[in-house]
Every structure is written in C-alpha cells, then in structure tokens.
C-alpha cells in the first residue's frame, strides 16, 4: 500500500473524520517511532557487542601467533578468501619457510549443533583441498596470501567450549577427522589446547600435519600466554561495529589532530600501516572495505561528501559529528543514527498499517460522535 | 619601562648567570625550570611550539614569545626552550610567572601529542629528596601531600581510609613528611628546600623547578639534572612501547612492545566499576571494553581525551599490559600509568624484564 493510495482514501473521510484522522496518526507516529527507535537501538547494541565477543576470541588466536619466538607459524590475516565473495575460514596462520597454511574456524557454540558446524567445516575444508570451485584457486590465492610457495595446508576447528565427545560423534556421522583447538580466554592471558577427534579408533589421523607446530601448541600455547584486543573488525563483522569502530578512530585519530576531510589513503594509513585491522588484506580487499563504509556511513549519515572529485577513494569525507571530545557520546550517535537508518522501513510499514487501520475505524462510525476524539487505546 | 624578563644569553651557562642576577636585583622575580618529555624530534618539537609562539634562535637554545591579558593587564612571556645533552630532553627556562605558564606553556603541552610534562613518581620523588639531603646544611622547610591509591591499610596508620591533602611547613618539615607517611598513608607531591649558601627552591612532581633567591647554577646541576635522569628510564620505556606493521618483501607482519605492568595491591572483579569510573575521571573513556566473565577485570581499548590517543589495557587485576593503538603518542601510557600509581596503587610497577 503506497502513500498516495492512503492519500486517496483519507480522502474519502468527512472533513470531520479528516481531522479525527490526523489527529490521530499524529499521536500514533510519535509512539510509533519512539518505540521503532527503542527496539532497533537495542538491536544495534546488542550485534555489537556479539561481534566483540566473537573478535575477543580472534584475538587469543591471533595473540598465539602474532610473531612469537618459539615457532615459525605466524599469524596472517583473518578471512582469507573473503575478497573473493567467498565465506570461508576465520584465520589464516602459517608457516612461510614450511610452505603449510593452516586454515582455523572460530564457531560460537561446539555444544549445540554439532553436526552442523563439523559439516561446515567439512564443506570448507574440501572447498581448499578440491581446489576451489572454478572461479578461485584456493592453492595459488593461498601461496599469494603468504608470499610463499605452499606445499600443504592444514586446518584447526575452534572455540572456547570443545564437547570430545559429542565432536567425536560427529566425526563418525559426517565422516571426517580434524584438530581441534580449545580457545581460553583469561583476559590478560590466553590458551590454545589442540586434540585431534577422530571417525574411528583405526584411523591413521594423528593431528596435525606438521609436529613442530603441535610442540609449540603443547609447550607455549596450553600453558598461558599474553592476550590482547587486537582485532576491533574484520570484513565480516556487522555494519554496525564497523561503521561504529572506524568513525571513532578517524574522529580521534584524523579529525581531531587537525584533518578537516579524511580521503582513502588516511583510512588506508590508521587501518592497515598504523594498526592491525587489516593485516594483509589486499589492495582490492582494502578498496572494496573502504567503500562499503562509506556507502553504509553516508546511508546513516554519520559520514558525509565534503569534497566529490568523482571517485570514492579519491573524494574528501568527514565523519558527521559536532561531538569531537567525548568518546561516549560520539559512540552513542553514531548507533543511534544507525538505528535510525535501520527502523526506517519497518517503522514506515507500520505507520502505514497504523494509517489504514484508523481509516477503517473512522469508516465503520457512522457519524462523528464524541468517542472520535478519543483515542479508542 | 617594566622590568622585561627577556634574556639575551646565548649559552646555558650565560643564561643562569643572567638569570641569578636577575633574582639579585629583583626579589620579585622567580627562576622557573619545567622539564618536559617529548617523542617529536628536536627540529619537530622547533616547528610545533612556532603553532603557539614566536619562535627565535637564540645560540644554544630557541626563545619562545607570546603574550597574554590577565585582568587588562597585558604580560609578555619570554621562554627558553633547551634540550637536555644527556636525555634529550626538552628544557624551558623562563623568569615568568607560574600563571604566564599556565597561560601558554601548559595549553601547548595539554594539546600535543607525544608531548608531556615530565613526571616524577613518588619512588624517584622520594629519592630525590633523600639525596638532596645529604647535601650540607640543606633542610625541607615544607611540602604538599595527597593521599594515593585505593583504601590502604597499613599497619600501625592512624584512621585509614582518608583522602587527605593539603600543605605543611615547619622547620622539621622532613620529620613530619616521614611521620605522616607512616601514619596517614600521605605522598609529597610538592618539596621545598632551602640551603643557607645557596638559596631557596621548590619543585614539585610535574618537574617544575623555582628558585626564589640563590644559585640558578646549583639548582640547574643539583636538582634539576638528577630529576632529569631519574625521570628518564620511564618515559623511555613507555616511547618504545608500540604496536605496527612491518613490512618484508611485501607481506605484514605484526610487531609490538607492550608496557607491563604489576599492580601489588591487586584490583578485584568487584572493583571492576570504580576502576573504571577512576579512569574517567582522568579522562581515559573505556570505548570498547570487550566483555567476558570470569577472573578478566579490564580488557579493551580506552581513548585518551585529552590529546585524543587510543590505547589497549588488558588487566586481570593484577598484571596489566599497554599497548598504543594507531600510532597513538607515549603520553597518555605515562599518563595511564600515573593514573594507577595516584588512583589504584602507589606500589605499581613497570616490569622491566619482558616475558
């Protein structure tokens, strides 16, 4: 139902009934929107932190390979793959002087639906080792990600809750073996513990493929090493949490120091050479993250053109706010704005349903009598 | 003509000769010395200050002029920036007042980054005291004090709990700042001296250094030189803390120095709320605290709003690491780390031995 169909049958109210009408949709969108408003902030709030908590788990992966000295696997980028449209693994680690890739899968829960993440993790790993699906050499994307001729790739399934039995279980159902590593999580310090589960007793699997990395799974990484929050996105992480943690940053970082407009390059600088957000991530990735958020920031309005030189990475963008000093507040608007973009549509669906509901009300009634001054709630 | 506090010296050595009978002839006038610390480099550091004053070389040092009204009184201010030969660091020398401080020296080093007043926490305060009073004939005629840290209990303290601040001066100043230490939980925060033959002078734990009367040459050598190197191991240790790319034949790896740190008292999960509160009561606004439970007390990124730096904390309570994020300046980790010792726990440490 479109705005100029309600039109026509408001239209076809008494003027009395007209006014009833609008009277009444005023008083309705009010509390109507407040509500919308109240409900999507609160979605908006949530998603956020349930990223946070998925990246808090990130990091003790990436914490357990961020260049240590006792091991020549190195942690690479998180979602290999990503830029290629294709959903696959969290991580990638690896060893360059090995030529291995080791590819890991955070999943939320192991408890629950453990068929399901096993045969996800089944699919994804036969995606790699059947080299890809045409359109993408996963050996040759692999070897480009690394910088390193690759001679074997291996894979990890992760979380924080690793039920044996019920993966063992599930081993046997979806007729797979795999490592598994057990992520713990004691702020400032973290664990990786790895066991392999296995489709039967018989089977030859002993973990993984290479034994050193076992060793120093073992030696170093069961026992506690230190943990930080070094990941605050990734490609896949909400719209929210980025658009949320890349406007703080430019505000802070680029604005405040003096920046009137932030260009690709900048975003490029503080994202990708001054912190780790986006560790090997390639130039298209980059590019493509880039106009992604600024194609969702300008939607919400928390980023704005200031400068259209007719290229997305070349034009000059400022970050929407008059609050520059207050983290607190500037991070209560930008959610707020998205809020706001976001109940849009389901708020005007409402409204109009609301609209069309008191037509049909002021339709039934007669004649005007006192209750149309009423709001009949 | 208003006696000007423009000096014409182009050495250090002429300067505090200048200055000295500068105080000779008016007994109005102080000699100020404020050590700062800075990441910039000196040409950098040059350039910045030109943002707030006129900038002039002047032989082995630069003159910084501005000028500003107070009470319809307009007052020039004429400062000597100087760098420290053994720690680089940067050094003002100025005949102005503390306020004609206030009024520009403080708002540029407020405003910039990797720019910061040089601190001397209570240990090295302490010390600094105790080996200046080994100096012949040297006594404390006073001091300010404030109480830091959480509640702490030790033993043999009168009414412990107390925020208790203020200022104290007697002719044993030194035995009631050690009695008070001892009974009431107190840190000096402010020391003054005075010395027969040399004059008297006070400084205090932001390192600025006053000499009312006496040798400019004593307190330049004597005091301000060993706060200088006292000071210096710290802020040191907190400019090689980092966390970048680098970059090796085209692909990144991720290189960091952490700052860590041990919390002796240790915070609990139930101090969690005040920590935090603490913390933003300094300015440090926990933005993205990335929650868990269990024994984790702090874990996230904490912006600076002061100088609008962002840097990650991760404690449990009792080891604590800093690391800065997007190349944020190594003052608001100095500034974090004197948040702990005045607001959580004067015992906190660096570990200097890395794990």
């Known amino acids: ?377 | 003509m208003v006696a000007s506090n423009e000096l014409d010296a182009s050495t250090r050595d002429e300067l505090l000769d200048e200055a000295r009978s500068a105080l000779h002839t008016d007994n109005r006038t102080n000699f100020r010395v404020v050590c700062l610390v800075s990441d910039h480099s000196w040409k950098g550091l040059v350039d910045l200050a030109r943002g707030w004053f006129d900038v002039t070389d002047q032989g082995e040092f630069y003159q910084l002029y501005t000028k500003h009204t107070k009470r319809n009184q307009t007052n020039h201010v004429f400062l000597y920036l100087y760098q420290h030969p053994a720690t680089g660091a940067p050094i003002i020398f100025t005949l102005n007042s503390s306020e004609d401080l206030n009024e520009t020296l403080d708002r540029m080093v407020t405003n910039t980054e990797d720019l910061y007043s040089l601190w001397l926490p209570p240990d090295e305060m302490g010390e600094l005291r105790e080996n200046l009073l080994e100096i012949t004939g040297l006594e404390l005629t006073g001091f300010d004090y404030d109480t830091f840290g959480r509640d702490q209990h030790y033993e043999g303290q009168v009414r412990p709990g107390f925020q208790r601040s203020g200022s104290h001066d007697s002719k044993d100043a030194e035995h009631m700042l050690e009695e008070w230490t001892v009974q009431y939980g107190i840190t000096a925060t402010r020391l003054r001296f005075k010395l027969a033959t040399r004059g008297t002078f006070r400084f205090s734990n932001d390192c600025e250094f006053v000499l009312e009367n006496g040798s400019t040459e004593f307190l330049y050598e004597d005091v301000v030189e060993p706060a200088l190197e006292a000071a210096h191991p710290l802020n040191e240790l907190m400019k090689a803390a980092d966390l970048s790319v680098s970059k090796e034949n085209g692909f990144e790896q991720i290189e960091e120095e952490p700052v860590e740190i041990t919390i002796s008292d240790p915070l609990d999960y139930e101090d969690r709320n005040e920590f935090t509160s603490e913390m933003q009561k300094e300015d440090f606004y926990p933005y993205s605290a990335q929650a868990s439970e269990g024994s984790l007390l702090f874990n996230g990124k904490i912006a600076d709003e002061r100088n609008d730096g962002i840097i990650s904390v991760s404690t449990n309570g009792e080891d604590l690491m800093l690391l800065p994020r997007y190349d944020s300046g190594f003052d608001s980790l100095v500034r974090f780390y004197r948040f702990l010792v005045e607001k959580v726990d004067p015992d906190t440490e660096i570990d200097t031995v890395k794990v």
């Not at chain 1, 005023?26 to 932190?49: A, G, M, S």
């Not at chain 1, 914490?63 to 942690?75: C, L, P």
């Not at chain 1, 706010?321 to 209560?332: A, N, P, W």
Request: glycine share 6%.
């Open chain 1, 1 to 377: 139902m479109t705005e100029d169909r309600i039109e026509s049958k408001v239209e076809t109210l008494t003027a009395d009934k007209r006014d009833t009408y609008h009277r009444r949709v005023e008083d309705r969108e009010e509390e109507l929107e407040k509500e919308f408003f109240q409900n999507h902030l609160e979605k908006v709030r949530t998603q956020i932190r349930k990223d946070e908590e998925e990246l808090n788990n990130f990091n003790v992966i990436v914490s357990g390979f961020k260049g240590r000295d006792n091991t020549e696997y190195t942690y690479i980028r998180t979602e290999p793959f990503i830029g290629q449209n294709k959903k696959n693994f969290d991580i990638l680690i690896g060893s360059r002087e090995k030529g291995i890739a080791l590819l890991v899968e955070y999943e939320r829960s192991l408890a629950q639906g453990t068929d399901k993440s096993v045969g996800k993790f089944k699919e994804r790993r036969e995606f790699v080792e059947t080299d890809g699906d045409g359109d993408l050499d996963p050996g040759e994307y692999l070897s480009k990600a690394m910088g390193a001729e690759i001679k074997d790739v291996d894979y990890a399934l992760s979380s924080q809750h690793t039920p044996k039995e019920r993966l063992e279980a599930s081993a046997k159902r979806k007729d797979i073996n795999f490592c598994v590593w057990d992520l713990g999580d004691f702020g400032v310090s973290c664990s990786i513990i790895c066991f392999s589960v296995k489709k039967s007793e018989t089977e030859p699997f002993s973990g993984h493929v290479d034994d050193e990395l076992e060793e120093y799974i073992f030696d170093e990484l069961a026992g506690r090493v230190r943990k930080h929050d070094y990941l605050d996105f990734t490609w896949s992480s909400s719209n929210y949490l980025k658009l949320k943690e890349m406007s703080v940053v430019l505000m802070k970082r680029h604005h405040n120091k003096g920046n009137e407009i932030f260009r690709y390059a900048d975003w490029n600088r503080l994202f990708a050479e001054q912190d780790i957000q986006l560790t090997n991530y390639t130039q298209e990735e980059k590019k493509r993250l880039y106009s992604k958020f600024i194609d969702y920031g300008r939607t919400c309005n928390v980023v704005v053109l200031e400068e259209d030189e007719g290229d997305l990475l070349e034009n000059g963008y400022k970050i929407n706010s008059q609050i520059t000093r207050d983290t607190e507040k500037l991070k209560e608007q930008i959610q707020e704005k998205i809020a706001r973009h976001e109940m849009r549509e389901d708020f005007e669906e409402a409204l109009r349903d609301e609209k069309l509901d008191i037509i049909e009300k002021l339709h039934q009634s007669k004649k005007t009598t006192l209750s149309d001054f009423i709001d009949p709630d």
